[in-house]
């Protein structure tokens, strides 16, 4: 009677191990997801992480790039051009700093300047640019200020070679100018060298007839002529004499007489020596509206 109870409390614990092994089985599975999950939870806070720090640092080159185009636009801005071009030459005087030459080799010299400064711009947009590309950072808006950066150092450069043209231009026309108003001086300063100018001749009465400057005249019979000038200009008889740089005539003579037409108000003839006189002008122009002078020494 009791063996069948013993086979009934055995079949009765069989089925309590397999839901052990289930349970043991599922715990397994459990586990397994638990760290499947918990590992891609690490990888997406990773990524999340990087992909912050990404944008981020993309954040910063952005606007260092956006700070060093409005530095580059406001280098361009400085470059004065178009209807500012007076301001190309420099208005301090030359002891104020300002370097000396002339007006021409100052211009090309601040043509020089700016050139430089379109250079050293267009290299910082090329640097800018380069770092934009290498660093992966690529924004439409940005390639679009970029461009226009291009356009408008490309307008400056423009500018700059129609001021160098411009300045060649007026250099030649300058120099026309300057050769025109030389020969204008040259003809001025003739011509006052040729009002100034008289001529004289002196010598006795003899000396005088024989060149044929002087004359006689009036009288009768050849009694009571008066010694005048001819009329007949011999002009090696005469000297010319500048009475702009020059108004002393030294006359080897006790005495001397004017013959000729020169307003007596104008001159003074005095004794300066043993045997020596002078003509000292006065008024030389009133002197030289006689042209020739002729002196009699007595």
């Known amino acids: 009677m009791n ?25 397994v599975l459990l586990l397994g997801a638990t760290g499947l999950l918990y590992s891609k939870y690490r990888k997406s806070v990773a990524d999340y992480t990087r992909v912050t720090a990404e944008e981020e640092t993309t954040r910063l080159r952005y606007d260092r ?12 801005n400085a470059i004065v051009l178009g209807e500012n071009a007076t301001h190309l030459v420099p208005a301090q005087p030359l002891d104020e700093g300002n370097p000396p030459g002339t007006l021409h080799d100052r211009v090309l010299g601040r043509i020089a300047t700016l050139k430089a400064a379109v250079e050293r711009t267009k290299e910082r947009i090329a640097q800018l640019d380069a770092g934009l590309k290498k660093s992966g950072v690529k924004i439409a808006g940005m390639e679009r200020m970029i461009a226009g950066l291009r356009r408008s150092v490309s307008e400056k450069e423009m500018h700059i070679a129609q001021l160098a043209t411009q300045v060649d231009t007026l250099e030649t026309r300058v120099a026309g100018l300057s050769t025109e108003v030389a020969v204008k001086q040259q003809d001025i300063e003739s011509k006052e060298r040729e009002l100034a100018t008289i001529f004289y001749a002196m010598g006795t009465k003899k000396e005088l007839t024989r060149a044929g400057v002087v004359a006689g005249k009036g009288g009768v019979l050849g009694i009571g002529k008066t010694l005048k000038p001819s009329g007949t200009i011999n002009e090696t008889a ?3 004499l500048d009475t702009d740089q020059d108004i002393v005539i030294r006359i080897p003579s006790d005495k001397a007489q004017v013959l000729s037409a020169q307003p007596v108000t104008s001159y003074v003839i005095q004794p300066v020596g043993e045997d020596l006189v002078e003509l000292r002008i006065l008024d030389p ?3 030289r509206k ?9």
Request: aromatic share 4%; hydrophobic share 50%; glycine share 6%.
């Open 290 to 298: 006689v042209k020739h002078l002729v002196i009699l020494m007595t």
């Open 3 to 27: 063996e069948p109870r013993i086979q009934q409390g055995s079949a009765a614990r069989r089925p309590g191990r397999a839901g052990v092994v289930v349970l043991a089985v599922i715990s």
């Open 238 to 240: 005469f000297t010319p």
């Open 285 to 287: 122009k009133e002197f």
């Open 65 to 76: 790039a956006v700070s060093e185009i409005v530095a580059i636009q406001d280098s361009l």
